[in-house]
């Protein structure tokens, strides 16, 4: 229940910027050995925490956009397509991890805090 929750509102939170999500592929490699396993996993862990972070610079980037575009800033209204197009990416690989079991609980839990920002400026 709480991937589909997530997986709502990363989608709610990009219909919100005006792009669609599309599916985007991606290339899986194991090894054999314990500790290889371990060492990977420690490794996705970190690269899906540089994800996140990522997906939170852009959707603060997307917030002070929409404000200065709000109070009538037209080269932010210009920069929005681009912060959109930042965001569309950043969501597709979101969901792809996340459709493969990659986000621990902990991880979804962050980008679910990540979305309500942008639920919040739009408030």
Same mark, same amino acid.
């Not at 290889?36 to 970190?46: F, G, M, R």
């Not at 950043?90 to 990659?102: H, P, T």
């Given at each position: 229940? &709480?991937? /589909?929750?997530?997986?709502?509102? #990363?989608?709610? *939170? %990009?219909?919100?910027?005006? @792009? ?36 939170? &610079?852009? /959707?603060?980037?997307?917030?002070? #956009?929409?404000? *200065? %575009?709000?109070?009538?800033? @037209? ?49």
């Amino acid at each position: 229940m &709480k991937r /589909v929750n997530f997986l709502f509102k #990363v989608m709610f *939170a %990009a219909l919100i910027c005006g @792009v669609m999500l599309t599916s985007c592929g991606g290339s899986g490699k194991g090894q054999s050995t314990s500790d290889a396993k371990q060492t990977e996993d420690a490794v996705a862990k970190s690269e899906e925490d540089k994800l996140l972070n990522e997906m939170e &610079k852009i /959707v603060d980037d997307f917030i002070s #956009v929409l404000r *200065a %575009a709000q109070s009538g800033d @037209v080269a932010a209204m210009a920069r929005n397509a681009e912060v959109a197009s930042q965001f569309e990416e950043i969501m597709q690989k979101v969901e792809l991890a996340d459709s493969e079991g990659k986000l621990s609980e902990a991880q979804r839990e962050r980008g679910e805090k990540i979305v309500q920002k942008i639920e919040e400026a739009i408030r």
